[in-house]
Structure formats: structure tokens, C-alpha cells
């Protein structure tokens, strides 16, 4: 199982919503490049994946898709922020291969939020924006080339399932860089 979203795994409560939502959700399939969450629409429901993954994506500037994220199989698939404070989504979650959901409405998922948290949601609200910001200023900190291997450290079976397209985009590098990246590392380890 890839471990992408740490705050998945780091805040234990979560487990809590996870298991009421296998117990009392709905398990529902999406199809490839199905929408889970549409950008723009006030987001509906909170799951968990029970196989497949998701794909966080926005549209860019100039018209194209941007792959922000990913959740992966017995991760929880949300746009936790502007779903419980009922805003409408700035990123679309999709299907990226046929994939089931073990999901609830979100105005279940708040209510078991609030009583999980007893009213306070700082632990999650910090531990989520720690994982964000660490994302974002690895962008400056890191080249694209240690961005790739801390990815493929970290979630080893990515490339089994994520097409190479997508980790291009979510490591903010054309197809072609990620290309030449994986053939200077495959050269670099055969001397």
C-alpha cells in the first residue's frame, strides 16, 4: 500500500472516520477520470479509498491540468478545508483508474469531525498545512531530480500505478524532463 498523505497516518482520529466510513458508507465505483470532487462545486461527499487512486488536479493559467496530489488506496479522499467550511473546491478529485470509495455525506463526515475532535480541528488544520507547506517549499529546496527520488522512496510502488504523465506533473516537470531524470539515474547506477 503507497503511503502518500502522511497526515493520513499521522493523525490517529482518522482512523476513527476511516472505519465509519467502511461500516456506514457507501461503497461506490468511479470510473477512469471520473470526478469525485468538481473544481468550483461545493464537495459532497468524504472517503475512503478502497482500491484505484485519486488524482488532486487544477487547471493552469494556460488551459492544461496539474496534478497537486494524490490519494491512494485506505487513504481518505477529500478536500478537507473548503468542504467542511461548505466552499466550493479550487481542485477537481478524480478517478486515475477505475477505482472504489467507501464514502459518506459531508455533513456525516462534519459531524463526526466535530465529536472526534471535540469542537477543535487546530490538530488536524496544523498537521494538514505542515504536510502542505513542507510540499511547497520542497519545490524551492529541492531540484526536480530529488523531488522524483524522494517520491519514489517514499511511495516505492507509485510506478506501478501512477502513469509517468501524472508524476511528471505533480513533480512540476514535462513528461520529456521526467523522462531524461529516470535515464541519467538509470545510467548513474550502472557505472
Same mark, same amino acid.
Given at each position: 500500500m503507497v503511503q502518500f498523505n502522511q497526515y493520513d497516518y499521522q493523525i490517529g482520529q482518522l482512523s476513527a472516520i476511516k472505519n465509519y466510513c467502511r461500516d456506514n458508507g457507501d461503497l461506490c465505483r468511479y470510473a477512469k477520470e471520473e470526478a469525485f470532487v468538481q473544481q468550483g462545486d461545493v464537495a459532497k461527499y468524504l472517503g475512503v479509498v478502497e482500491s484505484g487512486y485519486f488524482k488532486y488536479t487544477?487547471? !493552469?493559467? *494556460? @488551459?492544461?491540468? +496539474?496534478?497537486? @496530489? =494524490? /490519494? =491512494?488506496?485506505?487513504? $481518505?479522499? +477529500?478536500? =478537507?478545508?473548503?468542504?467542511?467550511n461548505?466552499?466550493? %473546491?479550487? $481542485? !477537481?478529485?478524480? /478517478? @486515475? !483508474?477505475? *477505482? *472504489?470509495?467507501?464514502q459518506i455525506r459531508v455533513t456525516e463526515a462534519k459531524g463526526l469531525l466535530d465529536s472526534t475532535f471535540e469542537g477543535d480541528l487546530s490538530s488536524i488544520n496544523g498537521t494538514l498545512f505542515s504536510e502542505i507547506y513542507g510540499r511547497y517549499l520542497e519545490l524551492y529546496r529541492k531540484t526536480p531530480t530529488e523531488r522524483y527520488l524522494d517520491l519514489i522512496n517514499q511511495c516505492p510502488q507509485i510506478l506501478d500505478i501512477v502513469s509517468l504523465k501524472d $508524476? %511528471? *506533473?505533480?513533480?512540476?516537470? !514535462?513528461?520529456?524532463?521526467l523522462s531524461r531524470i529516470r535515464k541519467n539515474l538509470a545510467k548513474n547506477s550502472d557505472e
Open positions: 487544477v487547471i !493552469t493559467s *494556460s @488551459g492544461n491540468e +496539474a496534478v497537486v @496530489g =494524490f /490519494a =491512494f488506496e485506505g487513504e $481518505i479522499v +477529500a478536500d =478537507f478545508y473548503n468542504s467542511y461548505c466552499r466550493p %473546491a479550487e $481542485i !477537481t478529485i478524480k /478517478a @486515475g !483508474t477505475d *477505482s *472504489s470509495v467507501s $508524476i %511528471a *506533473s505533480y513533480l512540476l516537470v !514535462t513528461p520529456v524532463y
